[in-house]
């Protein structure tokens, strides 16, 4: 399997813009996750999908930010509009684990990560 | 709550020698807490594991210890390699409210480790 595939890898764009990170995730999983890593505030969970639906979005800063999961194996976080402090790390992760079962493993498979500039 | 991150501690450990990364966790319901490890310019991989119904687990090379009454996590490292040199998260599965059952997976600030060729 290839992983969780992050696209892309790289964006600069200017305060204002839309910007659109995707990621694929390992096929079979089922649970998926958006975090968002940078120096002052670490690793912070953003949103996670358990079988294409949002089960937890508190961590989405605010109305700026959405994410979609239309299919089991697709899904975006938009920001609209971008600002500077926007810039950051985001990393997408998808595990097998849902529901709280005593066979429940929690481990993540992260991607590689889109790191975001704005200018 | 969540760590927020002004300083990344930092760990330098001769070639050779073992590493204790210490973590605190947040939510006593936690029942179950990864380490990962993180390289540069790479997303965090598995380490290792353990359930709340245990206090010591170990792996190739590694040790994870937990001490649930003071809501503490240990990861040691035997005969620590450059290679190993990477910043270390401890993540917790902790319940949402709510949501009938489900878990979500924080992370910890993070330590850096430094190996002394």
């Known amino acids: 399997d290839a992983g969780v595939i992050q696209s892309p890898r790289h964006e600069v764009t200017e305060m204002g813009q839309e910007v659109t990170l995707r990621c694929k995730p390992i096929?079979?999983?089922?649970?998926l996750f958006w975090y968002r890593q940078t120096m002052m505030r670490g690793l912070e969970l953003l949103i996670y999908f358990n079988n294409n639906v949002p089960i937890d979005d508190s961590g989405m800063p605010e109305d700026r930010f959405s994410a979609k999961m239309p299919n089991a194996s697709f899904s975006t976080l938009k920001i609209q509009p971008s600002e500077p402090r926007d810039s950051a790390v985001y990393f997408c992760?998808?595990?097998?684990?849902?529901?709280?079962?005593?066979?429940?493993?929690?481990?993540?498979?992260f991607g590689e990560g889109s790191r975001l500039t704005v200018l | 709550g969540e760590s927020v991150g002004l300083h990344l501690p930092t760990l330098s450990v001769q070639e050779g020698d073992n590493s204790i990364i210490n973590c605190a966790y947040s939510n006593s319901a936690s029942d179950y807490f990864i380490w990962y490890k993180q390289e540069s310019g790479k997303g965090p991989q598995f380490i290792i594991d353990i359930r709340s119904n245990m206090d010591k687990r170990q792996g190739q090379r590694v040790t994870v210890l937990l001490n649930k009454t003071v809501k503490h996590l240990s990861l040691q490292i035997a005969a620590t390699q450059p290679g190993d040199s990477a910043v270390y998260f401890c993540a917790e599965n902790m319940p949402i409210s709510y949501s009938g059952g489900y878990q979500k997976v924080t992370f910890g600030t993070g330590t850096k480790l430094q190996v002394i060729p």
């Open positions: 992760a998808s595990s097998t684990f849902g529901l709280a079962v005593p066979a429940n493993t929690g481990e993540l498979f």
């Open positions: 096929s079979g999983h089922n649970s």
